[in-house]
């Protein structure tokens, strides 16, 4: 039988199928939004030509760049209380080239079955597909829900999750995380932390609590990109040990090879930002977006948000009426209705707003006591 996480992928492949298609409906789950923020964030990246970004005639190397690997391992320093350093960083042309990277090293080093929490970004179940590695739940639920059950084995081995649970906006209780660290120096077992939509904590706290998983036998991926939102550049980083520092930075390097220019200076310009006034200012106007569609009547029920620009939430409508992705996309049960509603995405929120004042079919409409 098809693993649940492939079965997962095949809903994505067919949204994406539908997604690009004229006329398509409106897809308030989108991967793409948008912002007041970004020449603030930019600054003179926002609109200078490429060929005066700088000598476009070289190769652009973001591993053999120590300036910004030095600053990004200051950033984590700064943010997480951790102590980081430019040997513990691999910096990459975004979260999908380096998950690429680790699914290769997973397969070069013999490691053809991981465990997992669920759910993981598709793009891994992706990888993990077409690599023949076989991916093994080690939970039941998601690890928010009050039901989550954890079963660790109890043997060395490879353990991937992703923190915040992107698609509610959920972050990984420090309960769990410590749990799996006690794990980790018990078996000596490896953890690969998919910590893209990190530090966009609503609460206003920078600190992300898997920064605190043994460094020595962690991983983390962390995406300028997400938590500034500014997805035509890439840039991403991996926080590895010391000890496979190389190896993976090498290997990421002959898969990959350097990335333009643009994103070697995009990669300096995120580092400055959070170094400086951070992604405040972002962060605030997802949640007065939050507040617009919460007050708009358009949802019958959410889910609380603690962290990033993604909602969970039950439309007051049928959710069939707009392209949206539910529960089957995450390997989620229950929750009958809910969809992930991109924050930033104004059109998909402005159509989901307009539903506020439609009458409902009388099927839907609330029965009177």
């Known amino acids: 039988m098809t693993p649940s996480l492939f079965r997962m992928l095949e809903w994505h492949e067919l949204v994406e199928a539908e ?34 970004l700088a000598d476009i005639s070289r190769y652009s190397g973001l591993d053999e760049d120590a300036s910004l690997r030095a600053k990004i391992a200051e950033m984590h320093r700064q943010y997480d209380g951790a102590a980081y350093t430019p040997r513990h960083v691999v910096p990459g042309g975004g979260s999908s080239g380096l998950l690429g990277t680790f699914a290769t090293w997973l397969v070069l080093t013999g490691r053809r079955r991981v465990h997992y929490v669920p759910p993981v970004y598709y793009k891994l179940a992706y990888l993990f597909r ?16 009050p039901h ?17 649970v992107w698609y509610a906006g959920k972050r990984v209780p420090a309960t769990v995380l410590e749990q799996i660290g006690a ?9 690969f932390v998919d910590g893209t939509f990190q530090y966009m904590r609503w609460d206003g706290q920078r600190r992300e609590r898997s920064a605190h998983l043994p460094r020595d036998k962690t991983l983390r991926l962390v995406c300028p990109t997400k938590y500034l939102s500014i997805h035509g550049y890439r840039c991403a980083h991996l926080l590895v040990p010391e000890r496979l520092r190389e190896e993976v930075a090498e290997l990421h390097m002959n898969l990959h090879g350097d990335v ?3 994103d070697r200076l995009f990669a300096h310009r995120a ?18 977006n939050h507040r617009a569609l919460v007050d708009s009547g358009a949802l019958s029920a959410r889910m609380p948000v603690e962290a990033g620009f993604f909602l969970f939430a039950r439309l007051r409508v049928p959710h069939r009426w707009f392209l949206a992705l539910d529960g089957k996309y995450f390997e989620l ?4 209705g809910y969809i992930r509603i991109n924050l930033l995405n104004r059109p998909g929120l402005e159509a989901l707003m307009a539903t506020a004042d439609v009458p409902l079919p009388s099927a839907l409409r609330p029965v009177s006591a």
């Open 271 to 288: 580092a400055d930002v959070m170094l400086g006034e951070g992604n405040r200012a972002l962060v605030r106007h997802v949640r007065d």
């Open 148 to 164: 989550f059950d954890l079963r660790l084995p109890e043997q060395r081995t490879v353990l991937v999750l992703t923190d915040p």
């Open 19 to 52: 997604r690009q298609q004229p006329g398509a409906r409106v897809f308030v789950s989108d991967y793409n939004g948008g912002h007041p923020f970004i020449e603030d964030y930019l600054g003179e990246l926002a609109h200078t030509a490429p060929g005066r």
């Open 130 to 145: 077409r690599m023949g590695i076989e991916p093994v739940p080690a939970a039941r639920g998601h690890a928010y829900q």
């Open 183 to 191: 794990w980790q120096e018990r078996t000596g077992s490896l953890v």
């Open 333 to 336: 049960d229950g929750h009958a």
């Open 260 to 262: 333009a220019v643009s």
